[in-house]
């Protein structure tokens, strides 16, 4: 496996469910990210990490909790969601986060449905 | 209030012209300016960036033109291709703060052949 990957590529569940998105890079990088997008609106930051701790959270409802083992995984865990969670989440991971604005790579994406 | 706008939501091309993208921003700090483009079911990639101390950056086929007293950046294409139909993110950050880039909503390009 090569750049970033992200499972799974599509999720469907219900708002009490508990489930969890995997990110992993190999590309030896030590920041990485959440994003999501939501249609007809911008990108919006929800995490970052450097160096495996937290550096950033940009003011996200606490059914989204982030955990990052080490450098090169990142999940996202979500309980009791709610329909407007709906969107894509996109993982991404940058040399460091000091040249973050350098150029991050991102994953595919794990569209995310919450009925 | 979006700090980094891109109002065409949409864009559609004649293979061989041009395409110009438009992007503007609020933030008069931003110093660093990115291009994303995502194909369907992948994630954006990186296209080209532009520094603030400079007014353009050429990369083959691309061109990104900064205008930095109207907050305004462009991506031209030239000569679009049927390949560059996607979407594309315009991007922006303040480098010497260590902020983390701010994303515009995105325009989807159609290069029709």
């Known amino acids: 496996e090569t750049g970033v990957t992200q499972t799974p590529r599509h999720l469907v569940m219900g708002m009490t469910n508990k489930k969890s998105l995997k990110c992993e890079q190999h590309l030896g990088h030590n920041a990485m990210y959440w994003y999501k997008q939501s249609a007809k609106k911008p990108l919006e930051l929800m995490f970052v990490y450097s160096l495996e701790e937290r550096v950033e959270n940009n003011s996200v409802p606490s059914r989204f909790s982030p955990e990052c083992p080490n450098s090169s995984h990142l999940f996202l865990h979500l309980h009791t969601l709610q329909p407007e969670d709906s969107a894509l989440y996109l993982c991404?991971?940058?040399?460091?986060?000091?040249?973050?604005?350098?150029?991050?790579?991102f994953g595919p994406g794990t569209r995310l449905t919450v009925l | 209030d979006q700090q980094v706008k891109q109002n065409s939501p949409s864009l559609s091309v004649q293979e061989g012209r041009i395409s110009i993208l438009n992007c503007d921003y609020t933030?008069?700090?931003?110093?660093?300016f990115l291009w994303y483009k995502k194909y369907p079911a992948e994630g954006p990639t990186f296209l080209i960036s532009?520094?603030?101390?400079?007014d353009k950056n050429e990369d083959g086929r691309f061109t990104v033109f900064l205008n930095k007293s109207a907050k305004h950046l462009s991506l031209h294409i030239v000569p679009s291709q049927p390949g560059d139909s996607a979407v594309y993110f315009c991007?922006?950050?303040?480098?010497?703060?260590?902020?983390?880039?701010?994303f515009g909503k995105g325009t989807r390009l159609s290069v029709i052949a």
């Open positions: 933030n008069s700090m931003f110093d660093y």
């Open positions: 991007a922006a950050s303040v480098r010497s703060g260590n902020t983390p880039l701010v």
């Open positions: 532009i520094s603030s101390i400079k």
């Open positions: 991404a991971s940058s040399q460091d986060q000091v040249r973050a604005v350098n150029e991050q790579f």
